[in-house]
């Protein structure tokens, strides 16, 4: 699945970095995008998602996830799971995968710290 990105170039020190940054859209903008769409026949596609400052494939994906399901588009976030036992397990893979960045740090730290 794909993000729209935004790419920022920022100059630091003489040494160019790029940075992505993604967007993430509320169901409520997905949907008034539609709607747009709709409301403006005489549009093409391309310039809907222009005057939306959406990608041409973005807007053609909502379309089509709109028409899948019924005019509703899904949106997949963090609190939508299929049971509690799926939440619970996507928590615990959280708190594990913070565990052990924690236990690499100090890790690290104790081979630094341990060379003096």
């Given at each position: 699945m794909r993000y729209?990105?935004?790419?920022?170039?920022?100059?630091?020190?003489?040494?160019l970095i790029m940075s992505r940054q993604k967007t993430q859209h509320t169901k409520q903008f997905k949907l008034d995008a539609i709607n747009y769409r709709k409301e403006h026949p005489d549009l093409t596609q391309v310039e809907c998602a222009k005057n939306l400052g959406i990608g041409v494939s973005t807007l053609a994906r909502w379309e089509s996830q709109f028409r899948d399901n019924d005019g509703d588009i899904p949106v997949i976030g963090s609190g939508n799971y299929a049971s509690e036992e799926a939440k619970e397990i996507a928590r615990l893979k959280r708190e594990?995968?913070?565990?052990?960045?924690?236990?690499n740090v100090l890790k690290k730290a104790i081979g630094i710290l341990g060379k003096d």
């Open positions: 729209p990105l935004k790419c920022y170039i920022i100059k630091k020190e003489e040494e594990l995968r913070d565990a052990q960045d924690a236990l």
